[in-house]
Nanobody
Framework: QVQLVESGGGLVQPGGSLRLSCAAS????????MQWYRQAPGKERAFVAG????????YYADSVKGRFTISRDNAKNMVYLQMNSLQADDTAVYYC?????????WGQGTQVTVSS
């Protein structure tokens, strides 16, 4: 079955950086688009970034453009989210997502807290 395991979250000061990782298994990773979402306290889960199966194209929410970079390593079945210039509004649980024929799958999430 599909399994997604996020890691790399933590507490960071405003202006700092973090790199999130997502280890994927249970499906043909190189064939599918991968995405990152986040859910802030009291808010709905929201799209952050996506990357095509070959890594050739990426797309971002307006709120993170120019600060976040999504990438993937198809040899390792890994997807990453490099987050720079972090702001308090970036505080959320970050989730890895893939959509297969069986529907959307999510990891358990990793907490990112931006605070001084």
């Amino acid at each position: 079955q599909v399994q997604l395991v996020e890691s790399g979250g933590g507490l960071v000061q405003p202006g700092g950086s973090l790199r999130l990782s997502c280890a994927a298994s249970g499906f043909t990773f190189r064939n599918l688009v991968m995405q990152w979402y986040r859910q802030a306290p009291g808010k709905e889960r929201a799209f952050v970034a996506g990357i095509t199966n070959d890594g050739a194209s990426t797309y971002y929410a307006d709120s993170v453009k120019g600060r976040f970079t999504i990438s993937r390593d198809n040899a390792k079945n890994m997807v990453y989210l490099q987050m720079n210039s972090l702001q308090a509004d970036d505080t959320a649980v970050y989730y890895c997502n893939v959509r297969t024929l069986g529907g959307d799958s999510w990891g358990q999430g990793t907490q990112v807290t931006v605070s001084s």
